[in-house]
């Protein structure tokens, strides 16, 4: 690690680390050995962050191995909140459609273009969220924008800190393939109710393909009543007004 870091340091006095996150145990080792050999070698490192560093791999597995780390970085970097409160770049979302249906080749490919404009076309990569001591499998992100198959978080047992951890962490998710939801189908649907609910409260941009309309998505079974709470901020997720005013109030 410290040739790695020499060769680095030979080769630039800066280095900048764009959404710096850390999502495992090892990872956490690596870049502690690497940051710590910068430091040494002289290196001036800058890195953008969704978390300030006492927050980062919150909950994760082993992590007092890595308060260490945490401690290096607030001894050796300065820390500026720069948080304006809202993502001008999901803007360029307001006018535009937000909810696409039928689930057809002409809604993938709006999907596509709605990912490629706000990650200005950088390629999606999967990376690991860490949720009370689980890790939640995000298949596709770039530049905090994040596409999901619905299948992926309303199939799958996941619960509201899932949620919340999504919505923490992304300024836009995109999800592809919500179906019509049968009455048998409650589970999904109170999954689904759970997910807006915490991206709406995030005032998270929602860029969704769907089978039917909103209120066709669940329009009978148990719970359905409580879903209607759901349709009311699917709509309101669609106007210029979410879209353009993401920031919480």
């Not at 850390?22 to 690497?34: G, K, P, T």
């Not at 009978?220 to 879903?227: K, L, N, R, V």
């Given at each position: ?50 978390r300030p560093p006492d927050r980062l ?106 949620y919340l951890a999504i919505a923490e ?11 019509r939801l049968e009455p048998r189908q ?64």
């Open positions: 690690m410290g040739k790695v870091a020499a060769d680095l340091a030979s080769g630039a006095r800066l280095l900048c680390f764009d959404e710096f996150q850390v999502n495992d145990i090892a990872d956490a080792m690596i870049l502690e050995r690497l940051f710590r050999a910068l430091f040494e070698a002289g290196t001036i490192v800058v890195a953008t962050s969704n791999y919150e909950e994760g597995l082993q992590r007092e191995r890595f308060l260490p780390f945490i401690a290096l970085m607030q001894r050796r970097l300065d820390q500026l909140e720069l948080g304006s409160g809202r993502d001008y770049r999901l803007s360029r979302m307001t006018g535009k459609i937000v909810y696409h249906r039928p689930l057809d080749r002409a809604a993938h490919q709006a999907l596509e273009a709605a990912f490629a404009e706000l990650t200005d076309n950088m390629p999606g990569m999967s990376e690991t969220l860490i949720v009370k001591e689980r890790a939640l499998i995000v298949p596709k992100s770039a530049r905090k924008i994040a596409w999901f198959q619905f299948d992926e978080l309303c199939v799958r047992p996941l619960a509201a800190a899932d962490r992304f300024a836009a998710v995109i999800l592809e393939g919500i179906p409650r589970n999904e649907a109170r999954r689904f109710h759970i997910l807006i609910d915490a991206l709406y409260e995030a005032r998270t941009l929602f860029i969704a393909s769907a089978a039917v309309m909103p209120e066709e998505i669940y329009p009978a079974g148990d719970g359905a009543w409580e879903f209607q709470r759901t349709l009311s901020r699917l709509y309101e997720m669609q106007s210029e007004d979410y879209i353009a005013n993401r920031a919480p109030p």
